[in-house]
């Protein structure tokens, strides 16, 4: 009977036990061998840690971080050391990057999505409200010199309808949200706005067809360098004729290879990496204008044919150069410049990022190849060199839209890059060695990219 009572007292005291201790310990920073407290203890195996002594987990290595700066050093156990007899307070700054999808935002509903710290805190945030994706502009009645037209814009996802007073004079600008009124004075008529027009070639059915090309030319002037000795002059010619070798100045003109796709449901059309720009918004273009023309004005300037530098394939253009298509609206978006450096790359937020992040993340590491290759068979050199890169961008986006009814009839994104990349070689001074000597390598280039789009086969390419 008394063993039983033992056992019994035993067995609750592990029932409060399993309660009152949690599954997991919360997250203390400095608090290295999880004891629940940051003690000189801690201190001491991050100091050893600091120096190779201790090795420690990927855990115990995030506790250890005192400073939160990615690294173990001897600051740390100093810190950690401090909090230990209370003259330092050690604050976890939380760094949420493991992100997980609650609920997918829609035109209608905002999303929600779930985001952890490596602590394990765990917060909520929520996702804006997606854009409405409009259909095709649709006509009810057409409008006359004595009355007003009516027509509409159709979500395709929750069919929102959003109605336009038509009129017969023809716009000189779009606004990009909303709807755009008429600027003739005592005209009540409206048009659609920029981003209801362009995202309808997001809608499914507003889009049967598309095809497209890309064409660039890239200026290479030779590179130059100048020492700032003249004692090194000898080496600065060797780095210039290096460079040159390994660069190749001059023109160089590329064509992708024609895209041809039928019956698109959804429109995320690429040309070489190239998506088509929608939802613009007012921080983003420097001027939005529109010129009504007969037929689609670049299309005359285009080549009779053109060869793919990637596959060797020819490509005839004169069905298209020979199409009749009629009145259209140029709506022409002139994008805000930009400047990229190699420290801060496209990561696809703007615009003009959107379109170059391949070409420019292509470009940046084919240059910084060329001067390492250039560099192989002096190695002491790497520490003695410092790489700087920018480029300088601007550019248009231009869409071609029916006079009657607002169809897609084809685009053109020109963008222009000026890439300027200087490499600063640093020396001892041959008279002074003291003082250094510098070298500074310049590399320029000049890049027209013209990106050609063509919808609904207007342009009646097999």
């Known amino acids: 009977m008394k063993k039983r009572s033992i056992l019994s007292i035993i067995l609750v005291s592990l029932i409060c036990v399993t309660y009152i201790v949690p599954s997991s310990a919360a997250f203390i920073l400095g608090d290295v061998d999880s004891d629940g407290s940051v003690t ?36 740390d156990a100093r810190l950690i050391l401090r909090a230990s007899v209370g003259l330092e307070k050690l604050v976890h700054t939380h760094n ?37 994706t409009f259909r095709k502009f649709t006509v009810e009645t057409a409008a006359s010199a004595a009355e007003y037209g009516s027509g509409y814009s159709e979500c395709s996802v929750c069919e929102l309808r959003k109605a336009v007073k038509l009129c017969t004079h023809s716009p000189t600008s779009l606004a990009l949200e909303g709807i755009t009124e008429c600027n003739v004075k005592g005209c009540d008529g409206q048009f659609p706005a920029f981003n209801d027009i362009v995202n309808a070639l997001k809608a499914p059915g507003s889009i049967n067809y598309f095809y497209g090309f890309t064409k660039t030319v890239t200026v290479t002037p030779k590179p130059e360098c100048k020492p700032s000795s003249i004692l090194h002059l000898a080496l600065a010619e060797l780095m210039e004729g290096l460079l040159t070798d390994s660069i190749a100045p001059g023109t160089v003109t590329e064509y992708s290879d024609f895209t041809n796709r039928r019956h698109i449901n959804n429109a995320t059309f690429f040309v070489t990496g190239t998506p088509y720009i929608s939802s613009l918004s ?13 037929g689609v004005d670049f299309v005359k300037n285009l080549p009779n044919s053109f060869k793919s530098t990637a596959s060797g394939a020819s490509y005839d253009l004169t069905k298209i150069k020979n199409s009749v298509i009629g009145d259209v609206y140029k709506v022409t978006v002139t994008l805000n410049k930009e400047t990229m450096t190699d420290t801060n790359m496209p990561t696809g937020t703007t615009p003009i990022e959107k379109i170059l992040s391949a070409t420019y993340n292509e470009g940046l590491k084919k240059n910084l190849q060329s001067v390492s290759s250039s560099f192989d068979e002096i190695p002491e050199m790497a520490n003695m060199m410092k790489m700087e890169m920018s480029i300088e961008t601007a550019g248009t986006v231009s869409y071609y839209f029916t006079t009657n009814d607002f169809s897609p009839v084809a685009a053109r994104y020109d ?7 200087k490499m600063s070689t640093y020396f001892n001074n041959l008279l002074i060695p003291t003082k250094e000597a510098t070298t500074t390598l310049t590399i320029e280039s000049d890049t027209k990219q013209e990106n050609f789009f063509f919808f609904n086969n ?3 390419v097999k």
């Open 282 to 294: 007012d921080s983003e273009v420097k001027s939005v204008s529109v010129q009504k023309m007969n």
């Open 40 to 75: 000189s203890s801690d201190a001491r195996l991050t100091l050893r840690a600091s120096v190779d002594l201790e090795k420690f987990t990927e855990e115990e290595t995030f506790t250890a971080d005192a400073d939160e700066d990615g690294n173990i050093s001897s600051a």
């Open 458 to 460: 207007f342009f009646t």
């Open 415 to 421: 963008i222009d890059m000026n890439t300027d990349s």
């Open 96 to 132: 949420y990057t493991e992100a997980e999808t609650i609920r997918n935002a829609t035109c209608t509903q905002k999303g929600e999505k779930k985001l952890t710290c490596r602590c394990g805190e765990i917060t909520t945030e929520e996702i804006p409200l997606k854009m409405h």
